[in-house]
């Protein structure tokens, strides 16, 4: 029996372990004692570039509307907002801060559905930093443990591929933030939850240091356990959030019934000449720190996001606009997903106009749009890649009626050329070859049978071939284990009844043998 192991065997065994356990894993400061007698010097780290940043707002802008239909002050407000914030990022890289700046992290308000995410992502795309999206929600439910909010600065470090200097000005966002706001208006009470993410947040928010790895993962705990058995104590590295741009999000329910009873109060007596009651769908417009705070942040909290951006419910033209234009279109990728089985699906006006129409009665926004698609293409996308049909048009009639049109489609499906009917089968055959090791032939005879068939199901004759040929390699094996045949010959008979030829054939096979 061996003799036990020592601390510097015990910390290269669980090196290897973790490598193997955790593939790509490159926490900073994690590195375990080196065997005796080896080199401990670490290799330099490559050269990074400075980070750089030369966009206006106006071309940012112009990024954001090839993407983002309407929602135009939002864009500008966000264009402006992301430049000096990133112009600050790129004086501090290059040592030219001056005092101290006030980071300006954005709130966006408004319905599921008008563009909110996509904004974002939009800008992280065209910046080129490290972007992590996140629900508050999964915060509210865990409670208000700081880990768990310090875990989003962590995970810009892995969108960064492990690069701490670059995730330290990346970007944060943080959908449904609404839903940790502590209003006692509405829920009787303070939601000590929500007040505590609050306050966290509040933290990374401002500016605090957060260590690139959880002390609370097993990875942690086992750099803590061999940094111990080192006889010391080697922090890791930290991301401070001093540069990280934080936005969140929300729809914000109710809080225009806050904005409109101060709007109105606000409106009586001597201010009833100078100030007008906004009634309608850009009363949030007017929302100010207090209505926030009597929604239910904290005074604090709010302070923090001194942007805040009003993106309002898109309309049947606005989807319609979406589908046409923009360049993230879910057209475009029912359009590859047919053309991917050889499909032209051609979309006409009047079947986008219906598809907006159809995707407002939802009321998730441009999300809707999907959700409609959904319907009007499933079983088109799983009829037609096996049929003949090349090419089909999505107008009105195909939106509102997809199973009606569908029916028709394949019903006047074309027949397949002569030529193309013998590539096809030769490639079935092929196929088979590969699969079974079997080869097989048609005889002229079979191939127009064939045809005939594959034309009456509207099927085109390589699916046919697979539904009505399903069977065929049990029965050929057979024969060919009686006479060592393994190429066959499939004539019209086969190609009538598969099922009675390959019995015969199967019985004469043993006949054979016998003899």
Do not use: W
């Not at 509040?202 to 957060?210: N, R």
């Amino acid at each position: 029996m061996s003799g036990p192991t020592s601390p510097e065997e015990f910390q290269k065994q669980m090196q290897e372990f973790l490598q193997k356990q955790f593939k790509g894993f490159s926490a900073p400061g994690f590195a375990g004692a080196a065997p005796s007698g080896t080199d401990t010097t670490p290799e330099p780290e490559p050269k990074r570039d400075a980070f750089e940043f030369a966009h206006k707002p106006r071309d940012v802008k112009a990024h954001l509307d090839r993407f983002v239909i309407k929602q135009e002050e939002a864009k500008k407000v966000l264009s402006v907002a992301l430049c000096d914030h990133y112009n600050a990022v790129h004086q501090a890289f290059e040592g030219e801060e001056q005092g101290h700046y006030t980071k300006q992290n954005v709130m966006l308000i408004g319905p599921t559905g008008v563009g909110k995410t996509y904004l974002i992502r939009s800008i992280a795309e065209l910046i080129g930093v490290p972007f992590v999206k996140a629900d508050a929600t999964k915060f509210s439910e865990t409670g208000y443990v700081g880990g768990d909010v310090e875990d989003l600065v962590r995970d810009l470090v892995r969108q960064a591929d492990g690069d701490v200097e670059r995730a330290r000005y990346g970007i944060i966002y943080i959908d449904e933030i609404d839903k940790i706001a502590s209003a006692s208006e509405q829920h009787g009470g303070r939601d000590v939850s929500g007040q505590g993410v609050q306050t966290t947040l509040l933290k990374l928010m401002e500016e605090t240091e957060v260590p690139a790895r959880s002390q609370h993962d097993m990875a942690g705990q086992i750099q803590a356990m061999m940094e111990g058995m080192r006889g010391g104590k080697k922090e890791g590295d930290t991301i401070n959030t001093r540069h990280i741009l934080f936005v969140v999000s929300g729809a914000f329910a109710h809080l225009d019934k806050i904005v409109g009873r101060r709007l109105k109060e606000s409106a009586i007596g001597f201010a009833a000449n100078s100030q007008e009651v906004v009634e309608g769908g850009r009363i949030l417009e007017h929302a100010k720190t207090p209505d926030f705070i009597k929604f239910g942040f904290e005074p604090e909290f709010i302070g923090r996001l001194p942007v805040r951006v009003v993106c309002h419910p898109l309309s049947v033209d606005d989807l319609e606009a979406i589908l046409k234009t923009s360049e993230g279109s879910i057209i475009r990728q029912y359009k590859q997903s047919f053309a991917a089985y050889g499909i032209n699906a051609r979309f006409e006006n009047n079947g986008l106009r219906r598809i907006a129409e159809l995707a407002i009665d939802e009321q998730t926004g441009a999300r809707g749009l999907m959700t409609v698609c959904e319907k009007v293409f499933r079983d088109l996308k799983f009829e037609l890649p096996s049929s003949r049909v090349r090419e089909f048009a999505v107008d009105d009639a195909l939106v509102d009626d997809p199973k009606t049109v569908l029916q028709t489609l394949l019903e006047n499906a074309p027949e397949q050329e002569a030529a193309e009917v013998d590539e096809t089968l030769q490639q079935f055959a092929d196929a088979f070859t590969e699969q079974h090791g079997l080869t097989i032939a048609f005889t002229a005879d079979a191939r127009k049978r064939l045809a005939s068939l594959a034309g009456e199901s509207s099927l085109s004759v390589y699916d046919f071939c697979k539904s009505h040929f399903r069977d065929l390699h049990f029965g050929l094996k057979l024969i060919s284990g009686n006479t060592g045949t393994t190429e066959f010959e499939l004539d019209e008979s086969f190609a009538e009844d598969p099922d009675t030829a390959l019995s015969e054939r199967v019985v004469a096979s043993y006949k054979s043998k016998k003899v």
